[in-house]
């Protein structure tokens, strides 16, 4: 009984403790990004991550190969859907009936 009631006590204590006292929000500054009277940040520049450099646009036709040396990757290869083999594709792709990644396999 005297622990119940020292329970009931104990948590009456903690609720009124967590209500009773007036929290006071401090003001917040002019700039700060959460008060609406903020100004709106400057726009971020133009990423320069797929932008092409001067050293990419090469005139010379030896700097670049006349192929991709990936063109040849998919020859001889057969890509199908591991749920639904009667899907075949020439190149890597998506199952249209599951939406799945086809995977490689080698042709005999």
């Keep these: 009984m005297l622990r119940g009631t020292l329970c009931v006590l104990l948590g009456s204590l903690i609720l009124l403790g967590c209500t009773?006292?007036?929290i006071?929000?401090?003001p917040l500054p002019a700039d700060h990004p959460a008060n609406p009277a903020a100004?709106?940040?400057?726009?971020?520049?133009p990423?320069?991550?797929l932008r092409e450099?001067?050293?990419a646009s090469s005139e010379d036709p030896d700097a670049m190969p006349s192929e991709h040396p990936m063109d040849h990757e998919h020859e001889g290869a057969v890509y199908t859907c591991s749920m639904h083999p009667e899907v075949k594709a020439s190149a890597p792709g998506?199952?249209?009936e599951c939406g799945m990644k086809l995977e490689k396999r080698m042709e005999p």
């Excluded at 100004?39 to 520049?45: I, V």
């Design 94 to 96: 998506r199952c249209p």
């Design 47 to 49: 990423s320069q991550t």
């Design 24 to 26: 006071r929000l401090q």
């Design 20 to 22: 009773g006292g007036a």
């Design 39 to 45: 100004a709106e940040a400057p726009m971020p520049p």
């Design 53 to 55: 450099g001067p050293e």
